[in-house]
């Protein structure tokens, strides 16, 4: 019988960065390809949004290192096709107490892949960054090359954009609400139903739901994926008056991270001038359909943190702006990348996960993605790392080679 709704090579579920660069690179492929979104393109409510990621090389995890070299050639090819930039480089500065084994992992894994960097005590910290960066004298830093800041809102727009332009079909408030295997023996692939009752045909599915690609994946096959939905929070912070020219971005001072509990991070200032980005790696487990919007973190240790860091030149009084924001976390913090099986087979590849430090690598995503659904498998990754049968085997997955990997701090309502 022939089917009633649309037709396509790939349908994509879910439009933000990754699913984005997933449709850029399989319409560029000459694949019919359908994009959908179940809220308004480039809303507020997932976690592709906002004014800033920090890219970065430096992991304590061996196996990001590719993914983060291609994702950096891709960020510049991607602004090249559209015209205008979403990638700011700046140098990247990793700092923590010298017995950390996480910033040791990473100092390790920089030898390891051959990237170059500095270890710096906190003598050669002060003369490097000309005083603007402080650090205990029982820390070390590691300083490296590849750092800077991506503009979210405005990367998404751009894989949407390019994706429409080399041909992708581009719909929003579409709901889905399952997955559907396609019984026929000749025709296959897979039925995408939506909550208003439109369904399309496609070969291959591909859904990368964010913050709710556990509550899909659960309507489709029953499975039930160790992903949590966090809301964290994202603050900024006042440069004083007379400083901010030394923590922009276009110059040299870094995007950075602090290891230890709790895990900091930060870029220079660009997207609000005299104000500085820092924060929390941290959050509250939510439902993303009930959240809390809100009170955000407890901040007490974040302030002591920035008044020890930056010789009084930014006011750790509070922050003066913040933004809420979603993660999927699992619970070794590696992704989600992986046939979703069962009766689909590899019709369907379920993207999600990313615990809040996948957005630089969205453009390599993006392409293991399209890879995995046209051909069954992927160049330059090792995808054993995020298959989802792990967590069968260990629930807490990937085991790691250090005892104080980087975690999430979950703070309970």
């Given at each position: 019988?022939?089917?009633?709704?649309?037709?396509?090579?790939?349908?994509?579920?879910?439009?933000?960065?990754?699913?984005?660069?997933?449709?850029?690179?399989?319409?560029?492929?000459?694949?019919?390809?359908?994009?959908?979104?179940?809220?308004?393109?480039?809303?507020?409510?997932?976690?592709?949004?906002?004014?800033?990621?920090?890219?970065?090389?430096?992991?304590?995890?061996?196996?990001?290192?590719?993914?983060?070299?291609?994702?950096?050639l891709l960020w510049e090819q991607a602004q090249s096709e559209i015209g205008y930039k979403v990638y700011f480089k700046a140098h990247?500065?990793?700092?923590?107490?010298?017995?950390?084994?996480?910033?040791?992992?990473?100092?390790?894994?920089?030898?390891?892949?051959?990237?170059?960097?500095?270890?710096?005590?906190c003598r050669q910290v002060l003369e490097k960054y000309s005083g603007r960066i402080e650090i205990p004298e029982n820390?070390?830093?590691?300083?490296?090359?590849?750092?800077?800041?991506?503009?979210?809102?405005?990367?998404?727009?751009?894989?949407?954009?390019?994706?429409?332009?080399?041909?992708?079909?581009?719909?929003?408030?579409?709901?889905?609400?399952?997955?559907?295997?396609?019984?026929?023996?000749?025709?296959?692939?897979?039925?995408?139903?939506?909550?208003?009752?439109?369904?399309?045909?496609?070969?291959?599915?591909?859904?990368?739901?964010?913050?709710?690609?556990?509550?899909?994946?659960?309507?489709?096959?029953?499975?039930?994926?160790?992903?949590?939905?966090?809301?964290?929070?994202?603050?900024?912070?006042?440069?004083?008056?007379?400083?901010?020219?030394?923590?922009?971005?276009?110059?040299?001072?870094?995007?950075?991270?602090?290891?230890?509990?709790?895990?900091?991070?930060?870029?220079?200032?660009?997207?609000?001038?005299?104000?500085?980005?820092?924060?929390?790696?941290?959050?509250?487990?939510?439902?993303?359909?009930?959240?809390?919007?809100?009170?955000?973190?407890?901040?007490?240790?974040?302030?002591?943190?920035?008044?020890?860091?930056?010789?009084?030149?930014?006011?750790?009084?509070?922050?003066?702006?913040?933004?809420?924001?979603?993660?999927?976390?699992?619970?070794?913090?590696?992704?989600?990348?992986?046939?979703?099986?069962?009766?689909?087979?590899?019709?369907?590849?379920?993207?999600?996960?990313?615990?809040?430090?996948?957005?630089?690598?969205?453009?390599?995503?993006?392409?293991?993605?399209?890879?995995?659904?046209?051909?069954?498998?992927?160049?330059?990754?090792?995808?054993?790392?995020?298959?989802?049968?792990?967590?069968?085997?260990?629930?807490?997955?990937?085991?790691?080679?250090?005892?104080?990997?980087?975690?999430?701090?979950?703070?309970?309502?």
């Amino acid at each position: 019988m022939e089917f009633p709704g649309e037709k396509f090579d790939v349908i994509v579920v879910g439009a933000g960065i990754m699913g984005s660069s997933a449709a850029y690179q399989l319409a560029k492929r000459g694949q019919k390809t359908l994009l959908l979104e179940q809220f308004d393109f480039l809303h507020h409510r997932g976690s592709s949004h906002g004014e800033s990621r920090t890219i970065r090389a430096t992991y304590p995890e061996d196996y990001y290192h590719p993914m983060i070299l291609e994702s950096c050639l891709l960020w510049e090819q991607a602004q090249s096709e559209i015209g205008y930039k979403v990638y700011f480089k700046a140098h990247q500065f990793d700092m923590g107490p010298s017995e950390n084994t996480s910033l040791r992992s990473v100092i390790a894994s920089c030898r390891k892949n051959s990237v170059p960097h500095q270890v710096l005590d906190c003598r050669q910290v002060l003369e490097k960054y000309s005083g603007r960066i402080e650090i205990p004298e029982n820390w070390v830093g590691v300083a490296t090359e590849l750092g800077g800041v991506i503009k979210p809102t405005k990367a998404v727009s751009m894989y949407q954009t390019l994706a429409i332009k080399n041909g992708a079909v581009l719909r929003d408030h579409m709901e889905v609400k399952t997955v559907l295997k396609v019984k026929d023996a000749v025709k296959g692939g897979v039925t995408v139903v939506t909550s208003n009752g439109e369904k399309f045909w496609g070969k291959k599915c591909v859904v990368t739901a964010g913050a709710w690609v556990g509550k899909l994946v659960k309507r489709i096959t029953g499975l039930e994926l160790p992903i949590q939905a966090v809301e964290t929070t994202v603050c900024y912070w006042r440069i004083k008056e007379g400083n901010e020219a030394d923590y922009a971005v276009g110059g040299d001072f870094p995007s950075f991270a602090s290891y230890g509990d709790p895990y900091i991070y930060g870029t220079p200032s660009l997207e609000y001038p005299g104000l500085i980005k820092i924060g929390l790696h941290g959050g509250y487990p939510c439902d993303p359909d009930r959240r809390p919007w809100g009170p955000g973190l407890l901040l007490d240790s974040l302030k002591e943190w920035i008044q020890g860091r930056f010789a009084g030149r930014v006011d750790s009084n509070g922050p003066v702006a913040t933004q809420l924001c979603m993660y999927s976390i699992t619970p070794d913090e590696d992704f989600v990348i992986d046939f979703l099986g069962e009766e689909f087979g590899e019709d369907v590849v379920v993207a999600g996960g990313f615990s809040g430090h996948g957005f630089k690598m969205a453009p390599a995503v993006g392409r293991i993605l399209a890879d995995l659904v046209l051909s069954g498998e992927a160049q330059g990754v090792e995808l054993q790392h995020f298959r989802i049968s792990r967590f069968k085997e260990n629930p807490k997955g990937n085991v790691k080679d250090y005892e104080d990997q980087v975690s999430f701090s979950v703070h309970p309502q």
